[in-house]
């Protein structure tokens, strides 16, 4: 396993990811909207990088959603099936938007199921008025 840092590892992950290897990224992590791709987490809108969305067009690996939380018997994990980026898209952002909402969607279940691993350290939405009840996590 190699851990790269989070600054310039666009080209490492490439080519990782053009070698067969597994590439594991974390991506609950919010960003401006001016660089960000505009998601719907529990009925709200929140941007996020579109950057593994990215990875997996170019590279044409698919994205496999896994996490991993500490439960009731010890540590637990489970994987979404995979989201196959479409080669043959010809509107690269809407595919970028479309990848990184499927992943979104599966970060969503698991804080479902699982609201105290999940803990954001910083403001994950903007201002905007509250999601109704039974949205929120």
């Given amino acids: ?21 597994y ?6 992590r ?5 660089e960000g791709v505009p998601v719907t987490f529990f009925g709200r809108t929140t941007y ?3 950057g593994p969305a990215a990875l997996a067009l170019k590279s044409g690996a698919a994205l496999l959603p896994g996490y991993t939380w500490y439960g009731h018997h010890g540590w637990y994990g489970r994987f ?4 196959f980026p479409r080669a043959k898209s010809s ?17 969503e279940v698991m804080v479902r199921a699982w609201p105290t691993q999940w803990y ?7 201002a905007t008025p509250a999601a ?3 949205q929120m996590p």
Avoid at 4 to 10: D, F, K
Avoid at 23 to 28: F, I, K, Y
Avoid at 80 to 83: D, R
Avoid at 91 to 107: F, K, S, V
Wanted: with cysteine.
């Fill in 80 to 83: 979404f099936p995979p989201i």
């Fill in 120 to 126: 954001m350290f910083r403001p994950f939405w903007d």
């Fill in 91 to 107: 509107e690269r952002e809407g595919e970028i938007q479309r990848l990184t909402q499927a992943i979104y969607d599966a970060l």
């Fill in 48 to 50: 996020v990088s579109g």
């Fill in 30 to 34: 919010p960003v401006p909207c001016t």
């Fill in 1 to 21: 396993m190699t851990i790269l840092p989070m600054e310039g590892t666009a080209r490492r992950v490439l080519r990782a990811l053009q070698q067969n290897e």
């Fill in 23 to 28: 590439v594991a990224l974390v991506v609950d």
């Fill in 132 to 134: 109704s009840p039974e």
